[in-house]
């Protein structure tokens, strides 16, 4: 371990190293909460195989609170962060309109989701959902983050999570957390 230099150019660089990386992360901290269900699991419970690779590998059904007042669309990202390899995206939407609340089970797998939004690469290359599908052995947590943003993003279909949290960045105005687990 180092020690501090003269001048504090050791525990500056630190703290330089720190904003650079805060910045490229939405502002997720701060932000207030919204109330994402599921009317296919409860939270923290297990998800059902229809949802999964092992069943009908279709979306869940999602409804959430409205954003603040000043919400002008959402983004959602599910993600696994039990994945060997380290996080595994498995379904990145956005610019769903501010006025929507839900979103119905089984969303077609395009570019455009009907009603309004947008939908981006998972972690297998393709645009859409892509349930559940851990190795054989212990559950894995699967974390559907809705993001209420104070714009609609500059983005064509088919960006993955890392294009897509960048562009969040500096615009989120709040956030929910629906939790489910899934074993093979």
């Not at 279909?157 to 960048?166: E, H, N, Q, S």
Request: glycine fraction near 12%; charge should be neutral; proline fraction near 9%.
């Amino acid at each position: 371990m180092q020690t501090l230099r003269s001048g504090g150019v050791l525990f500056a660089s630190f703290f330089i190293f720190i904003g650079v990386v805060a910045s490229l992360c939405p502002a997720e901290t701060a932000a207030p909460a919204l109330l994402i269900h599921s009317s296919g699991f409860d939270a923290n419970a297990p998800i059902p195989a229809v949802y999964t690779c092992s069943g009908e590998n279709k979306s869940p059904g999602l409804t959430w609170t409205e954003g603040p007042s000043d919400t002008a669309s959402f983004a959602l990202l599910v993600e696994d962060p039990d994945a060997p390899g380290g996080i595994f995206i498995h379904w990145v939407v956005y610019n769903l309109p501010a006025r929507r609340t839900v979103l119905p089970a089984g969303v077609a797998i395009a570019p455009t989701i009907a009603g309004g939004g947008v939908q981006g690469m998972n972690q297998r290359g393709e645009i859409g959902y892509h349930g559940p599908c851990p190795p054989p052995g212990r559950a894995h947590h699967y974390n559907f983050r809705l993001y209420a943003l104070d714009t609609t993003l500059d983005l064509k279909p088919g960006v993955d999570a890392a294009t897509l949290k960048r562009a969040m960045a500096g615009h989120v105005l709040a956030r929910g957390d629906l939790i489910g687990t899934f074993a093979r």
